[in-house]
């Protein structure tokens, strides 16, 4: 199966990332985007796209580790 990519001048303001991850993870996203026919960047700006709607109060995802260090604030115990 051929991954789509956007039609050349889709993109408004592209920008170059240039991070490392680990293999295994860039092997499973590359995978899944094919799954779904779409190219492993398509596919991040989908996932980036539905990571608004998993934000807390204090804009980190919902999935995310709590750590407890809120910057000023002080620590109120949980009921």
């Known amino acids: ?4 990519r956007l039609p050349r001048g889709t993109r408004v303001d592209p920008v170059r990332v240039g991070w490392m991850i680990e293999g295994d993870r860039k092997r499973l996203l590359d995978r899944v985007a094919a799954n779904v026919g779409v190219s492993a960047s398509v596919f991040l700006e989908r996932m980036v796209d539905h990571l ?4 807390n109060q204090y804009g980190r995802p919902t999935w995310w ?4 260090r809120r910057d000023g604030e002080l620590p109120i115990d949980k009921p």
């Open 1 to 4: 199966m051929t991954s789509t």
């Open 52 to 55: 608004e709607d998993e934000l």
């Open 65 to 68: 580790p709590d750590d407890d």
